[in-house]
């Protein structure tokens, strides 16, 4: 692989030196601005060989760079080890930004580069002021360079598109793309460019599968006062899905159309989210717009209003969380029943339960993959947050201590995202304390009752006052939306310790998912998936509070419950109740028997 | 009044009708964006008859119209009736911003006025703006109408400044000029305006007395790589004072010249903050390095680092402040002891006691005056958030119900701000249920422990979190910084919902302060001053807890023990065990007894 490395960034210097440039900039996102993208797109992987999810590459004529999050720290430093990359280590002090480290390798006034169609248009402005500052280096943005070197380059996927049936979503396109024209007007614009995938799956009622996990298309939604276009391979739509578009009077057009059509677009103003748009696109709508100046055109940048919408579910979406969940919760409970016995039988390692866990999930009705790639991680694999298990690293289980595995799947009527940590024999009191720590924490946040409109940055501390009490603490976020059927993060909403104004409401579904990572030993996290619903209604305003969607029983084994306050406990009890009854029905009586003992009150 | 303000608005009109202007706006500030000024800078409340601590007046050629928060709306209204003036209700829905206002009110390309010198530059920024937006009416900046219309305007304060002592202050001036010249160059800037009264009484280790409760005088203070200049009335320096300013190399100029002097700066770069230096000297600070742009002078508009400094009090602060609290608990115990039976007997009103609170404070040594206006608040009146009794509102007390009380003092070693709630006899269970409810919210947030550098904003829910649960909320901060003898409200930390990023660390002061408010009923609020320390160093870093510096009993009669956990419990008793332990010693046999019983353990 080292070689294979060198020879690539051999050929982009090549390219740099007939370009004039000194380097070239290599974020990990797409034209969508996708926290997952398509193999067409992972140009960081393929230049590096760092194959996280988040990650910035940078090869100048002289040197290389790789600026990734502490998640990645150890998995980035045994990738990139034998080539040329040095690792960068984010948010740790004395790491320079990319601008100051380029500002240190170049000559002042060089000319860097990056393809400005795969960064948003505010990553992208920023990086030239960053980069301005230090000696004045210019970014050039027009060259995708990868299109030269990248020899077996994927292709842009061409997975079917498929309706999204009524019943699931809720809501048809009409409604939608009206409610959508609704909240443009309330901020004076005609039409919105929309490049997210998933929002425009949402907005459309339809399902690809182009992005591994993500049920999305690779597309763009244009939006205008009289009509909607979706820029999409047109050999990618089922019939069904292309009857529903022409239902709904949604024009088809080449994907590699969009940037022209912007030239034509027939409305005065038209808003375009700068942290969702390629910075190219942004500057194609700003050239279109000009063009009609003596019609005062003007490009309104501004958040899009479409996240918060499909952040609130409709009515349908949470009966389809609800049953997605009784079949994850099945599929669970059979792996659950199953685990531990086979464990202590021996020769099951992170990988092979990944395996099992998969298969139970795909027997399920309406399964239509996972919704993120296990994360089977034991013992002191279980403190690197996001471990991903391979072959190098694949750890053998054994009965004893504690396995993190965090998991999830695409339904058709709902996505699912949960994590257990489980005990699979003894396991020390220091595992007990933390353990239980780690729940208080996860309880605490679901007992909550706050104002509508809070937002998640107020609510963390109620999920972290447990932990911070014991001189603990976790550097993730305490929470993220989670899409129905559609990307397993979804925002606006966050709940996190970092400031997200995104206001919370009724409708919305959040994870609940504190951790605690002790390096070297084992790691705890514990998460279900909330939805926010009403709670009352006072002289002070509407109160909300969580439902609980995810139905898997909590391991009971590694908890001191003497740690657990009267609520807590009767939380956990009645938690315990609920899973019981609305999985026992569904199970035959063996799992039904288990899951009875693994229910049973604590106290 | 009312007759007084007509001829005072008529007054205006002509001058406006002179200058060719359409409108004058009065916010409620002086130059150095005080939140209470001197009496010279109170034009808004010339002009508009309104007293409230908050507000803006805007008068134009026809109508006249003044913004204030929902703390002042009863107030507003009442001292507004009769005139002309239309109660503008903040952040109520359907009110219009002063801009928006003006938009509907002025012919398109008006212009409108304020005193430049009186507006920090943000908001003045923010101002041009947003009436550029309105049919791009304009603003003019350089016209002080006051100067011209107000007769009888009261003069500049000319109180004595003195030396605070170092063995109060704890760090001498030469220290805090080189932390202050240290933080300008991290920051890559040679020197700085300061504005903020406060910021220049802490730097100097000086203090005044030209505004009501706050001992600061009116003053700039203009830092530079080498020299420091005081602009100030020189007449105000006592001849300590004046010692103290030359011990340290601090040169004297007038106030008046501060314009002047900015324009002979002798350095290349000059931090000003934008919101705290008003928009006419930030306009002459960028003019005086115009001059200068052969040698590249920039001024660098970003946040002063001397707030951030001031909060983090110096052990001698800290032994300070636990000295003022011992004698403003003497004061306030001698105060409660008497309260009760004096209700009883008859005659007593709001007033009356306030007046015998205060006279009991100012009998402490080192008492130099409150720190704020009394708010003593009986049953309905409570539930006015900044009510402020008047002969005509001021209420009887009968021995029954609920009395606020927010009272607090400067001592020469610290500054306090203390709110108990008194039962004067029977409560309703309602009465009981909310008291204890708030209680729990003070206590939760008292018994927390934090990571060092969290910010107000994300302990908030904290103490909110009993109030949520029972679909109870209120409106203003949690907490706010307290000035050691300096103003009694201090950033640039905050508890509230709002976004505040500052910072917490060891050393600052913060208040603890919830309430509940029902409107025509009664009001709850119970309010400590905390310090933040060290609580523990952990893998996961440094985390922070609260002392507790007010000494004060919190009543126990209002109080439904069955609504408090184990741990409130624990926290009252001990709070309560403290507070006797503290103050005995300092008390006479009758008061120690008093308090014995008032501190007594509830179960």
Chains 1, 2 share one sequence.
Not at 303 to 319: L, Y
Not at 429 to 448: F, S
């Amino acid at each position: 692989m080292t070689n294979t490395i060198a020879v690539r960034i051999e050929a982009l210097r090549e390219e740099l030196r007939r370009e004039n440039l000194f380097a070239f900039i290599f974020p990990t996102t797409d034209p969508h601005n996708s926290e997952y993208t398509a193999d067409h797109w992972k140009g960081r992987e393929w230049i590096s060989g760092f194959s996280g999810s988040a990650g910035t590459a940078v090869v100048t004529l002289n040197s290389a760079a790789l600026w990734t999050d502490s998640r990645y720290f150890i998995a980035a430093a045994q990738q990139l080890e034998g080539s040329e990359f040095q690792l960068m280590r984010e948010r740790i002090a004395g790491t320079p930004t990319i601008a100051e480290w380029l500002g240190r390798e170049c000559d002042p006034g060089a000319e860097v580069a990056l393809d400005g169609m795969c960064s948003s248009a505010s990553t992208v402005k920023e990086l030239i002021d960053d980069l301005r500052k230090q000696g004045g280096i210019t970014l050039r943005t027009n060259f995708d360079v990868l299109q030269r070197i990248w020899t077996n380059r994927p292709a842009i996927p061409t997975a079917p598109i498929v309706p999204q049936p009524l019943e699931y979503a809720g809501e048809d396109v009409t409604s939608k793309l009206t409610r959508i024209r609704q909240a443009l007007r309330q901020v004076h614009t005609d039409g919105m460019l929309m490049a997210s995938l998933d929002d425009i799956a949402w907005t459309l009622n339809l399902r690809g599968a182009d992005v591994h996990c993500n049920p999305v298309f690779v597309s763009y939604l244009l939006i205008s006062t009289r009509s909607s276009t979706l820029f999409v391979d047109e050999a990618k739509l089922t019939s069904a899905a292309r009857q529903q578009l022409q239902q709904y009077g949604i024009s088809i057009a080449p994907y590699g159309g969009v940037k022209e059509a912007l030239r034509h677009y027939p409305d005065y103003n038209i808003l375009a989210d700068p942290d969702e748009v390629s910075y190219t696109l942004m500057q194609a709508i700003k050239t279109g717009l000009a063009g009609i100046t003596q019609r005062q055109g003007v490009v309104v940048t501004l958040a899009s209003p479409v996240p918060a919408m499909k952040a609130v579910k409709t009515q349908a979406e949470q009966r389809g969380f609800r049953q997605a969940m009784i079949r994850d919760g099945v599929a669970l409970v059979r792996f659950l029943r199953w685990l531990k016995p086979a464990v202590a039988a021996g020769g099951q390692t992170e990988m092979s339960i990944d395996r099992h866990l998969t298969a139970l999930r795909a027997e399920q009705p309406l399964y239509r993959g996972l919704s993120f790639d296990t994360i089977a991680a034991y013992q002191a694999h279980g403190a690197i947050v996001h471990y991903e298990g391979t072959p190098d690293t694949d750890a053998p289980l054994r009965p004893e201590g504690l396995l993190l595995l965090d998991s999830g799947a695409q339904y058709v009527d709902g996505t699912t995202d949960i994590t257990r940590t489980i005990a699979l024999g003894p396991v020390t009191d220091e595992q007990c304390r933390i353990y239980t720590l780690v729940l208080k924490a996860h309880i605490q946040l679901q007992l909550l009752r706050f104002p509508d409109g809070a937002s998640g940055t107020q609510l963390d501390a109620i999920a972290r006052r447990p932990l911070w009490h014991a001189g603990l603490n976790f550097l993730h976020g305490t929470g993220h939306g989670v899409g129905a059927y559609l990307n397993v993060h979804e925002g606006p909403h966050q709940i996190r310790m970092e400031y997200r104004p995104a206001p919370l409401h009724a409708g919305m579904t959040v994870t609940d998912e504190p951790g605690i990572y002790l390096e070297g030993q084992f790691g705890v996290r514990i998460e279900n998936v909330l939805l926010i619903q009403p709670a009352m209604e006072t002289d002070f305003g509407s109160f909300l509070q969580f439902e609980t969607l995810t139905l898997c029983p909590i391991d009971t084994e590694p908890l001191d419950v003497s740690l657990l306050t009267p609520d807590e406990l009767l939380w956990l009890n009645d938690y315990h109740q609920l899973v019981y009854d609305r999985l026992a029905p569904h199970l035959d009586a063996p799992d039904r028997d288990w899951l009875r003992i693994a229910t049973q009150p604590v106290s």
